[in-house]
Structure formats: C-alpha cells, structure tokens
C-alpha cells in the first residue's frame, strides 16, 4: 500500500492509533522512501493517553464513548499538533472477540482525517476476527486518506 498522494507531493503524515495498535504506521512506514512524508505515530490505546498526549476532552469521551466520530476527530487534530504534520489519521474501534455492545458491536471502526482547515470522520463495521478486522481498517484508512487529500490538496497548496 502506497500514498500517492505524499509521494507526489512535499505533505507529511502522521497517525493517532488505538484499535490499530500500529498497523497503519507499520503499513507506511514499511514502503520506501516512506521518510519523506511520514513524521511517526502516536499509540494511544488507553484512554488517559488519547487525553494527555492528543488532547481529546475527557467530557467528549464521557459523553460519545471512546469508539465515536467525535473522540477520533480530536484523536487526528491533536496528532497534527502533536507531530507538525499536514495531515493526520486516527482510529478507535472494537476489533473483538469481546467488548461490543448493542450500540457499539464488535467491528465497529472510527476513523477520521484531519488536514488544513479541515477534519472529516467516518462510522464504518467490519466483519471477521480481531486480525481481520484491524487488516481491513489498515486498507480502509488509505482509501479514505488518498480520497481525502485528493479533495483537500488544493488549500495546502
């Protein structure tokens, strides 16, 4: 999996992980030249650390839940504070086997792009183990950062 769009250009990235654990830094991180646009990554698996590294409110996550737009919006905004960056993904979820509910089942995934000006945020539901599921938001989040800076470019310009 490659990121076109920072190959091409001088934008940088970072990620904010907590269902991820890692995957998605791993994922860029393992490609060539890689350096030139990814700045690093923040594991923040626990919630005391999405609040005192990224800066998420503790009100929003007492309010939303930890697996919710809100919480990985503020994830992603406070990692492109935290690491300089252009852009910044981050990702909470349930990967499973246990710790689904009714409203937040197991494969329940957040995920949300932050850049200049801007942070759009996405509720998406896998299927399959813990292994499968952390795999498909690995390749999700690249779609939706390719998407998202392909729209977005233009104001970092």
Same mark, same amino acid.
């Given at each position: 999996? *490659?990121?076109?769009?920072?190959? *091409?250009?001088?934008? !940088? ?6 269902? !991820? ?37 503790? *009100? ?16 992603? *905004?406070? &990692? ?29 995934? &957040? ?7 801007? &942070? ?11 292994? !499968? ?25």
């Amino acid at each position: 999996m *490659q990121l076109t769009s920072f190959i *091409q250009t001088s934008l !940088t990235i970072g990620t904010a992980e907590s269902l !991820t654990g890692g995957a998605i830094a791993k994922a860029i991180s393992s490609v060539p030249g890689s350096s030139r646009y990814f700045r690093g990554a923040i594991v923040a698996y626990a919630e005391d650390v999405k609040v005192s590294v990224l800066g998420v409110s503790e *009100q929003t996550i007492a309010d939303k839940g930890v697996v919710s737009e809100e919480v990985v919006a503020q994830m992603a *905004q406070g &990692c492109r504070k935290v690491l300089n960056v252009d852009f910044a993904i981050a990702t909470s979820g349930i990967a499973g086997p246990d710790g689904g509910t009714v409203e937040v089942p197991v494969g329940t995934v &957040c995920i949300s792009v932050a850049g200049p000006g801007f &942070c759009e945020s996405w509720t998406v539901s896998f299927k399959g183990d813990r292994k !499968t599921i952390v795999e498909a938001v690995v390749r999700k989040t690249f779609d939706y950062i390719e998407e998202t800076v392909k729209r977005h470019v233009v104001s970092v310009g």
